[in-house]
T-cell receptor, first 113, second 114 residues
Framework: EAQVTQNPRYLITVTGKKLTVTCSQNMNHEYMSWYRQDPGLGLRQIYYSMNVEVTDKGDVPEGYKVSRKEKRNFPLILESPSPNQTSLYFC????????????FGAGSRLTVL | AQSVTQLDSQVPVFEEAPVELRCNYSSSVSVYLFWYVQYPNQGLQLLLKYLSGSTLVKGINGFEAEFNKSQTSFHLRKPSVHISDTAEYFCAVSARGGSYIPTFGRGTSLIVHP
């Protein structure tokens, strides 16, 4: 089944404890992206990647890191999480050419205490 | 660059009533337009898309949207809603050609009451 898989789905952590949210897709998509969803603010893009080793900042990159060493994986790294990073995170992917539809993961709900 | 404005943050409606969720966009280039739906505790999924051709686009679950180039709008409609349509709806736009980076609106929460 074609899908985007995120882990963990739920996580409660404490300020300053490094964490990684993994994202993997099995559709050979070039484009991958991370979003955060907050009440009243909709979806905001954190980082995106047009292909392997090509990443760029979205609208709200502060406090996050990403890497794209393999085509299928695009992990989101929070080096020193803070409470304002408590949010619902989504990974999405698509082909980079044409009018392509994003396939979203099921979401990762992160709480930073 | 593109921008998307969803004019209503919340739309309450009774079951079997018609509904319209409004979306306006701005862009200096031609665009593709999308509506995504997010059911409670789920990720987003495509509802419908406009790429070219007929300006009236039909999607899943009885939804349709009309592209109006002169008004730069892409409003979503359903003639009769069900309780199961309760969800968050996102309008999105991406530029034709060039780098593919979609822009999302802030979302509209559709709440269907019995």
């Amino acid at each position: 089944e074609a899908q985007v898989t995120q882990n963990p789905r739920y996580l409660i952590t404490v300020t300053g404890k490094k964490l990684t949210v993994t994202c993997s897709q099995n559709m050979n998509h070039e484009y991958m992206s991370w979003y955060r969803q907050d009440p009243g603010l909709g979806l905001r893009q954190i980082y995106y990647s047009m292909n392997v080793e090509v990443t760029d900042k979205g609208d709200v990159p502060e406090g996050y890191k990403v890497s794209r060493k393999e085509k299928r994986n695009f992990p989101l790294i929070l080096e020193s999480p803070s409470p304002n990073q408590t949010s619902l995170y989504f990974c999405a992917s698509t082909y980079s050419s044409g009018a392509n539809v994003l396939t979203f993961g099921a979401g990762s709900r992160l709480t930073v205490l | 660059a593109q921008s998307v404005t969803q004019l209503d943050s919340q739309v309450p409606v009774f079951e079997e009533a018609p509904v319209e969720l409004r979306c306006n966009y701005s862009s200096s280039v031609s665009v593709y337009l999308f509506w995504y739906v997010q059911y409670p505790n789920q990720g987003l999924q495509l509802l419908l898309k406009y790429l070219s051709g007929s300006t009236l686009v039909k999607g899943i679950n009885g939804f349709e949207a009309e592209f109006n180039k002169s008004q730069t709008s892409f409003h979503l409609r359903k003639p009769s809603v069900h309780i199961s349509d309760t969800a968050e709806y996102f309008c999105a736009v991406s530029a034709r050609g060039g780098s593919y980076i979609p822009t999302f609106g802030r979302g509209t929460s559709l709440i269907v009451h019995p």
